[in-house]
């Protein structure tokens, strides 16, 4: 966040602070607001703003948007927006994307990897909500978080704070992250918009892409915070396309607040304000103050200048004032105004560390488990412990900034960081499961191998930590009482932030081999900011390979979780490990004089981030995008599914469900555990997508010997793509593929669907035949008769004849087996029991709803249960119909375009239509079926992807 320049006053600041043991004062409680902000008043809010601002001179909007710098990371606001309205307040900023920068009573959380890791939805609320909490209740109004950071390169410094390669993935994060900060009315502002992927030339480079990439790539996460109401955005240090991102037009204005409707503040990252004037007409609000390229006299002067208009100046006042009140931050005028504290007896951590181990577990990802290693037994058993990465860290809190890496790392380095309350490391957690005496730790084996062999031969399992280590650009790694901020981490300058390598730190490929080649059970546990190569994995004697990724500060209570059992492993990756760093599609740029002007960095890769580029060029990886393992195993089933949408030119709604896509999983082993169902989507190849892309996740803890069936919503948006002409989300006709497994190259189911209706020249191809028939009673509810049917699997051919199983005096006709395979009508007096024990059914008490409940026990053998109409039907049973009923009436047609009922049949095969007369005895001619069939079911059919009807009579015809 911060440069070197200018800041050489901060560090003794804050070094001062840090002796003189200022950090003591009382923290100051906040009252909650209960309308915190689940639903954001923009309307009011800017009504709000604009009477205040219409109250305010030219001095006091100067003030507003230049606001007041008070040293990040040494006081409780590293600025504040300085107001001037009667009855309002200041506003705190502060940084951290892990904990509250600065503060010593305050958690730090698992990193934004860790948390996409989870692939759990709730708990990266959770984490944010928590988080939210803890910035309120140290006063902070506005965070400059979170950072939303996708992998482009697998060396990028600030990879860890973001939410990993996928777009997609990654805008469920930025969404649930920005709703958990700001339910605890701090306004997000994350950052940094748009594509700042690497810390070299941060402030100079361009990042140079087309439209489509922006939106469907680096936008797209983004976006979705807007969605969610992100009160701030920041704009990044570097430039978009050859303009400054804070200056930049087309960014600013046409995109955010054109495109995705954002109504609160731009805010830019210190001295990001490059372009100055064009800043503000740019569309950019305020700088982070203190700014050395924002300042008042420098404001004043374009503004007196006429440089920037006063109508300029009036709106950026508005824009920063609506999510104030908007979010209601106006009936909480409470002001602490100390530094922050120190150690109190005001608890604003709450139970924290629980959840922060709860994630850290679930955010662990097993790699390989040869002959089922682990979980360990936690007795009679003798472990070595070897490498610096398990033990104590011996600078820890030397900085906020964290950039040490002595000891185990649980967190990278820059403005993300943040004190430590307490830090568990992995080697004071495995003695507390096992016991100090059977224990063997060697925590300098890092370069003394012989040493780390000795251990590794003495004990039943090797147990080796390694780590890499990077962050953000500049001074945030250089020790307080040691001058400048160039030394190295294993040929890593850390003025640079990007690792120059992807070797593991201190000697850890050669610490690996060396145990390995002396205990057969070596495991391998990894604290990564990224990605690392990994030439040792498929080494014999390394029998398990943990990704512990970047854990908080209940980092080895989290492991041994993992290690013990008492979580069974359910982290997945968010990015590709590859096999050698040249099969990933991009590098940070390091070098670039002697060429002229500003580094050009060129998104030549476009759409192919990370696995796409994999897929599209049929790279095999050492460990895929959605790839870890479980102590249990999972077996996926049934893939369905349901919906219908026509294309049309405007598909940016993301707000209905167009599709439905469900699977079966069952958990076949012995552990419960959870598993994470992931859907991928092939779009026409015509339309120019990567392969395969993800489109939804379904996470959930599956009993043993249990099934669940897994759910996956599509939005037109989610089925769009963006065309550069128009400048519109499209969503386009054609034949879609939908993928459905446990990674992103293990999905071992699939279907197709289609958008619009099917082309005449493949609608052979289904072979579906659509059956209409009539059926005859007395009484005013007619029930159906039923109908023989074969599953049908290829040739989706319906059979059908009819049979009549009624009581002498029953008006219904009852069920007909043939084959398994049941369907089934049910009225008064109701079925005859024996039909169902023909099939190993047995016909319930009581209410027929007690039917779907039978029909989900036996899915292989009953197609169908029918209660006289389809629209009471369950969806879940009505997507795995092999055929589909519909109810007509002769003397007034059903409404067959019933937007549910089209959407609950898009997958069936066949399309069968039943006759209810209203009165008295009727028979469906050949005319009449022809006829409902061009008028009221040929259109549907069309759209259900069905093929020409097969006339068949009922009971009567």
């Not at 927006?81 to 502060?94: F, I």
């Not at 090797?462 to 981490?489: H, K, W």
């Not at 996926?636 to 439905?660: C, F, H």
């Not at 008006?811 to 099939?839: C, M, N, Q, W």
Request: proline content about 6%.
């Amino acid at each position: 966040m911060v440069v070197c320049e200018g800041y050489r006053l901060f560090f003794l600041l804050l070094l001062a602070l840090f002796l003189s043991e200022t950090f003591g004062d009382t923290p100051v409680v906040r009252k909650p607001i209960n309308a915190y902000v689940a639903n954001i008043d923009w309307a009011m809010g800017a009504a709000k703003a604009a009477t205040a601002v219409a109250g305010l001179s030219q001095a006091a909007k100067l003030q507003l948007v230049t606001g007041k710098y008070t040293g990040e990371g040494s006081t409780r606001c590293a600025s504040a927006v300085a107001s001037y309205l009667v009855g309002t307040r200041s506003m705190c900023m502060n940084d951290g994307s892990t904990g509250v920068l600065g503060a010593r009573s305050t958690s730090v959380f698992p990193a934004g990897n860790t948390i996409a890791m989870t692939w759990d939805r709730s708990l990266m609320y959770r984490r944010a909500h928590a988080f939210g909490k803890e910035l309120h209740g140290m006063g902070v109004d506005i965070v400059l978080g979170p950072n939303i950071v996708l992998v482009r390169t697998p060396t990028g410094g600030r990879q860890w704070e973001g939410f990993g390669a996928d777009p997609w993935l990654s805008g469920v994060a930025a969404e649930l992250t920005t709703l958990g900060i700001q339910d605890n009315g701090v306004i997000a502002g994350p950052k940094h918009w748009v594509a700042n992927e690497q810390e070299h030339f941060r402030n100079s480079h361009s990042s140079n892409m087309n439209a489509r990439v922006l939106h469907e790539v680096y936008g797209w996460p983004f976006m979705k915070s807007v969605q969610a109401g992100a009160g701030s955005i920041m704009c990044a240090f570097n430039q978009y396309n050859g303009q400054f991102s804070c200056a930049n037009n087309y960014l600013l204005n046409t995109v955010l607040r054109g495109e995705y409707g954002f109504k609160g503040f731009v805010l830019s990252d210190w001295g990001a304000g490059n372009s100055r004037p064009d800043n503000a007409n740019n569309g950019m609000d305020i700088s982070t103050p203190g700014s050395v390229n924002w300042d008042l006299n420098g404001i004043t002067d374009y503004v007196n200048r006429g440089l920037v208009s006063g109508a300029r100046l009036t709106e950026m006042c508005q824009n920063i004032l609506t999510p104030y009140y908007a979010m209601g931050m106006d009936v909480d005028p409470t002001w602490p105004g100390q530094v922050f504290p120190g150690p109190s007896t005001v608890n604003i951590t709450h139970d924290h560390y629980a959840l922060i181990r709860e994630i850290a577990a679930k955010g662990t990802v097993l790699l390989k488990n040869t002959n089922d290693l682990l979980p360990l037994r936690t007795s009679n058993i003798k472990i070595a412990v070897i490498g610096s990465d398990a033990g104590p860290h011996a600078e820890l809190n030397w900085s906020p900034f964290q950039g040490s890496n002595v000891g185990t790392m649980a967190i990278g380095w820059g403005s993300g960081g943040s004190f430590f309350p307490y830090l568990i490391d992995p080697l004071q957690a495995i003695r507390e499961v096992v016991g100090t005496e059977n224990v063997v730790p060697v925590l300098d084996g890092d370069w003394n191998l012989p040493a780390a062999e000795a251990a590794a031969a003495s004990a039943d399992v090797a147990i080796v930590f390694i780590n890499v280590m990077s962050g953000e650009e500049c001074c945030f790694p250089c020790r307080l009482d040691v001058p400048g901020c160039t030394y190295p981490i294993d040929g890593n300058p850390k003025q640079f932030g990007d690792r120059m390598n992807m070797s593991a730190q201190h000697n850890g490929d050669n610490l690996i081999n060396a145990v390995a080649s002396r205990n057969p059970n070596t495991i391998v546990v990894m604290h990564l900011t990224g990605q690392i190569l990994m030439p040792w994995s498929n080494n014999d004697n390394v029998k398990a390979i943990l990704h512990a990724a970047i854990p908080g500060q209940e980092s080895g209570h989290s492991l041994t979780d993992i290690l013990f059992g008492y979580v069974n492993p359910s982290g997945r990756l968010v990015y590709t490990i590859a096999q050698q760093q040249s099969d990933y599609p991009a590098q940070v740029l390091t070098q670039w004089a002697p060429r002229p002007g500003a580094p050009q960095v060129d998104y030549s890769e476009g759409l192919n981030v990370d696995y796409r580029w994999f897929d599209s060029n049929n790279i095999q990886p050492l460990y895929e995008f959605g790839f870890g393992l479980s102590y249990t195993t999972f077996v996926y089933s049934n893939i369905r599914v349901s919906g219908y949408a026509d294309p049309t030119p405007d598909g940016k709604d993301s707000s209905v469900v167009i599709y439905t896509i469900t699977a079966s999983i069952l958990n076949n082993g012995t552990r419960d555990g959870e598993e994470v169902a992931q859907l991928y989507i092939g779009f026409p190849p015509a339309l120019g997508e990567p392969p395969r892309v993800l489109r939804g996740f379904d996470k959930q803890m599956i009993g043993a010997g249990r099934t669940y069936v897994a759910t996956f919503n599509l939005t037109s948006i989610d089925l769009s793509v963006y065309d550069i002409a128009t400048s519109k989300w499209v969503l386009n006709a054609g034949q879609y593929v939908a993928y459905i497994g446990p990674s992103s190259r293990k999905l071992p189911l699939s279907t197709t669907f289609w958008i619009g209706p099917i082309p005449t020249s493949t609608t052979t191809a289904f072979s579906a035949t659509t059956a209409v028939f009539s059926a005859t009673t007395a009484g005013n509810l007619a029930e159906t008769t039923s109908q023989l049917a074969a599953h049908v699997t290829t040739t989706a051919n319906l059979y059908a004849t009819s049979s009549t199983l009624a009581r002498s005096t029953s008006t219904t006709y009852h069920a007909a087996v043939t084959g398994g395979f049941i369907t089934a009508t049910t009225g008064e007096p109701r079925p005859d029991p024996d039909l169902y024990s023909k099939v190993g059914l047995t016909w319930p008490d009581g209410d027929v709803s007690n039917l779907w409940a039978l029909a989900g026990n036996n899915w292989n053998r009953v197609a169908w249960l029918y209660t006289y109409s389809p629209w009471n039907v369950p969806a879940a049973v009505l997507a795995d119909l092999d055929f589909v009923p519909m109810l007509v009436d002769c003397s007034s047609i059903i409404d067959f375009e019933n937007a549910r009922l089209a959407g609950s049949f898009v997958n069936s095969t066949s399309l069968l239509v039943f006759q209810e007369p209203d009165v008295g005895p009727s028979s469906m001619t050949p005319s009449l079926a022809a006829g409902i069939w061009r008028d009221h079911v040929q259109p549907l059919a069309s759209r259900m992807h069905l093929g020409a009807p097969a006339v068949s009579s009922g009971p009567t015809g």
